[in-house]
């Protein structure tokens, strides 16, 4: 099954061209980097993946129901939003209501809208919403106020609730930019154990390409909107990523990352060419 088709996805705001004909294919269960430089197109792409924004033109199909396409939203979107779970760098949670009720929000979805806005969970849901809670290491703070946590915790916690929401794909758009190593590890971990757990598929954009390297078997790399690299993240190589980054080079690549020699065993598209080269293996 295939997770994510997207096919000639274009997005223009004004006269930026953000998104640019991208095409590409995620199977269900991988988990795969997104990455390149700041601008490069990186949130938009997910912000279309999970039907939260019209492209131009180009269709994107999320594990096999269209939910876009030609600028157009499915009429099923709304509905297929819900095995979509997305979590943003600044945690999007309710800073005042506690950890668990947060949580508990991942049910809205799936139960009717007066028990929903009266906030009335039966004891099944806040079960599965503390083993949710317990699987990403936070059931002790379930009912402190989400204010209180670390970054790193509520980032979790946002992780929590998009367990509770049942989703089956997990975009998360630069889940760890402001935490420190250790949390930021800890985040990924998570979705790493998420994803070979339970078979989630899980697309995350990145900014420092040692966690893609490390957690991520496939990586896609974004320039000026439009797909550049798709293949291996141990085929990165120092050179193609100074390419991609440009100035910011220093501070986003991985001091061990391997020789521009390095092997490719998978098709990618590389920085310059505009079209698919098959890399030798
Ligand atoms: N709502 C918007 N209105 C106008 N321009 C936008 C909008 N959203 C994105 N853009 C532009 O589209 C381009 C891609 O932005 P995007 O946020 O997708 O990049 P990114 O790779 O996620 O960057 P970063 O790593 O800094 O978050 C940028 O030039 C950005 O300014």
């Known amino acids: 099954m295939v997770a994510v088709s997207i096919?000639?996805?274009?997005k223009t705001f004004g006269r930026k061209r953000?998104?640019?004909g991208v095409s590409l294919e995620i199977p269900a269960g991988e988990m795969v980097a997104l990455i390149g430089a700041s601008g490069s197109g990186k949130s938009t792409l997910i912000r279309h993946i999970a039907g939260l924004e019209r492209g131009d033109a180009g269709c994107i199909a999320i594990h096999g129901r269209e939910i876009q396409s030609a600028g157009r939203l499915s009429g099923e979107a709304r509905d297929m939003r819900r095995s979509?779970?997305?979590i943003f760098q600044q945690f999007n949670l309710v800073d005042r209501l506690p950890v668990i009720t947060n949580v508990l929000v991942g049910f809205l979805g799936q139960i009717n809208r007066l028990r929903g806005t009266l906030g009335f969970f039966s004891r099944n849901e806040k079960h599965i919403a503390m083993r949710a809670l317990h699987r990403v290491g936070?059931?002790?703070q379930a009912r402190q106020r989400a204010s209180?946590?670390?970054g790193g915790q509520q980032q979790r916690a946002a992780i929590a609730r998009a367990l509770v929401q049942g989703a089956r794909l997990m975009l998360a758009d630069e889940p760890i930019a402001s935490l420190d190593p250790a949390s930021a590890r800890r985040v990924m971990e998570i979705l790493a154990g998420i994803n070979k757990e339970d078979g989630m598929t899980v697309v995350v954009s990145l900014h420092q390409v040692e966690y893609a390297r490390r957690y991520c078997p496939r990586t896609?790399?974004?320039?000026?909107?439009a797909v550049v690299y798709d293949g291996p993240s141990v085929a990165l190589d120092t050179a193609f990523l100074k390419e991609l980054y440009g100035e910011a080079s220093d501070e986003l690549?991985?001091?061990d990352a391997p020789v521009s020699d390095q092997p490719r065993e998978r098709p990618v598209v590389a920085i310059g060419s505009g079209a698919?080269?098959?890399a030798t293996a």
């Open 276 to 278: 698919p080269a098959l």
């Open 84 to 86: 979509i779970g997305v």
């Open 253 to 255: 690549i991985l001091p």
């Open 138 to 140: 936070i059931c002790e």
């Open 148 to 150: 209180t946590l670390s």
């Open 220 to 225: 896609i790399a974004m320039k000026d909107g």
């Open 7 to 10: 096919d000639g996805l274009t």
């Open 18 to 20: 953000a998104l640019n």
